[in-house]
Structure formats: structure tokens, C-alpha cells
């Protein structure tokens, strides 16, 4: 089975599922273009290299560049949809879904609902977040609880270049809204992934790790980093188990119950500040619902309730990191 990178994985997808239905539509900031690079278009395949080669085979009917407005980017593709498009729109960065968070929130998340079942909204919003990269605080975030909370629509977060795709192409071919959320960090990181098609299902969490004395529930690129901290913890016969849910709506409430009635012990790590985080949620969802199996309180590793630092020192500390994960599980199995 060939390697291939999360990003090449990415744009595979895109590749195989408009090439299957003729309804599939790229839609974004220079999707279509070349990051500013003379010659053809769609050799750079936009800023992140994701749409790479779209243009070429498909064509400016199917592969749209649009003017830097988010809420053009994301009305639009919510309006396609109701015609029976199934449009991918793309917003470089997370960070700036503010501009036209109220064609997600309280419209594309409620069409459904609003017209009694009879309009459906098969778009995907696809966008770059997270940390790592000296940013800054306005290109640094992972917005996902903000999706998270919102009835309606869906939230991908893969960790890995597998999960990428299949989680992907499952998402292109859902019915609802769809929020599919890439760490940027994951880009260039290679796993195998095989050449056909398949699909990943929403709502099913991926055991990566097996263990026994501690659960460790990630998302996206602190999935990567609890594998680390759980290989620190093995060296002293600390046994971790490492959860990735990979969808945070729906939410695998199931796999991480049964991680922690086994385990007893829980630490959530979340790449989002802690007050109302996925770290949060899912540490109430299992006090609330496996209490009994708990041998210590539940521990979380989050980032600090401030905006994300410039400064590369002080980045590696504001980010979960495997020093951190390490330490906290350390306290949550030493607990008597």
C-alpha cells in the first residue's frame, strides 16, 4: 500500500469523488489558482497544495475561484446545495469563520429543520486551524467547539492521513452540513493509504492505542501527541490507551465510556481553551455517565484561556504538548 501525506490524501479525495458524481463543486480562495506562481492554473493547488490538479481536469464549472469573502464563500456553497450541488467550500484559515458564521450557524445548520425535511444541505466547509506554525493569534485557533455546539451540522477532525480521506469522502457524500476541520501541522505527516476509495463513518472513535491503567481522549494533531506521551509512560509500565473520536458531532460517547470503565482513569486533551472545550464537554459527559467507573478525577490538558503567542517559546508551552499529557496522566494515575 502506497505512503501517502495527510494533505496528498486530502486532495485524492477530492480528485475520486468529483470524478464519481459530476454534482461535487470546489468552491474558495484560490482553489483554482496557483499561490501567486506563474503558469498554468491548479499546479499549486492553493495556499496549502490541497486542490492541486483540480482545476485542470475539471474545469472553471467545477473548480471556482471567488473574491476574499468568506460569506460570499459559505453563502454561496449553502445556496448550491439547496439546488442539489454538493459543493465543497474552503476557508484557508478557521479563524476566520466569523466573518460568515451566520451562513453556518443559522442557516445551512437549519435548512433541514426550517423546511420540515424536504431541503437538505450536502456541503462540506473544509478549513486549515490550529497552532505550531508561528502564526499568530489570529491564524492560530482550533474553533471546533464552536461547531460543536451548534445542532444541525457535523464536525470531522482526522488525526491522520488515513482518517483524512476516508473521513472525507464520507463527508462529500453526507446529506447535512459538514465542518472538516485539517491541522495544518498534519500537512506533510505520511502514513499508508490505499488507492481506492472508502469511507470512514461519523460517530465511531478509533481505538489507536490499547491500554489499561489510563484513557487518553485527543483530537486532530494532539492525537499524535498523547502516542508520545503514552510511549514516555510505558517506560515506567503505565499503561495508556489512546482514544481519538475523530468526529466531535457525532460525538462516540460509547467507545470512551467503555475506555474508562476499563481504565478508570481519564485525561482529555483539547487544542482549544478550556471554558466550554470538547475537554470540558466529554470530561461532564463521563462524570455524568461513568462515574462509578472513575478510580481519580478526570484531567485535562488544554490551552490557557488567552490568545495564542507569536513567540515560538511561548507557543510550545500554550500548546498541549506530550511533556504536559505526560505529566498530567502521571498525576491522574498517582492519585489515591
Known sequence: MPKKTFKQAINEALHQEMRRD???????????????APGEKGL???????????????????????PISESAIVGAASGAALTGLRPVAELMFVDFIGVCYDQVYNQAAKFRYMFGGKAQ???????SMGGGQRAGAQHSQTLHPLFTMVPGIKVVIPSNAYDAKGLLIEAIRDNDPVIFLENRILYETAMEVPDAAYRIPFGEANVVREGKDL???????????????????????????????????PLDEDTILESVHKTG????????????????????????????????????????????????????????????????????????
Open 215 to 249: 484513557t487518553l481522549v485527543a483530537f486532530g494533531a494532539s492525537v499524535q501527541r498523547c502516542l508520545k506521551a503514552a510511549e514516555a509512560l510505558a517506560r515506567d509500565g503505565i499503561s495508556a490507551e489512546v482514544v481519538d473520536p475523530r468526529t466531535t458531532s
Open 265 to 336: 482513569r481519564l485525561v482529555v486533551v483539547d487544542e482549544s481553551p478550556p471554558r466550554c472545550s470538547l475537554a470540558s464537554d466529554i470530561a461532564a459527559i463521563v462524570a455524568q455517565k461513568g462515574f462509578r467507573s472513575l478510580k481519580a478525577p478526570i484531567g485535562m490538558v488544554t490551552c490557557p484561556h488567552t490568545p495564542s503567542p507569536f513567540a515560538p517559546v511561548l507557543e510550545d508551552e500554550y500548546l498541549p504538548n506530550p511533556a504536559r499529557i505526560e505529566k498530567t496522566a502521571r498525576e491522574v494515575v498517582s492519585y489515591r
Open 44 to 66: 499549486v493547488g492553493g495556499v496549502f497544495g490541497t486542490t492541486k490538479g483540480l482545476y485542470a481536469e475539471f474545469g472553471p464549472e467545477r473548480v471556482i475561484d471567488t
Open 22 to 36: 459530476p454534482h461535487v463543486i470546489v468552491i474558495g480562495e484560490d482553489v483554482a489558482g496557483g499561490n501567486g
Open 121 to 127: 444541505t450536502a456541503m462540506v466547509l473544509r478549513a
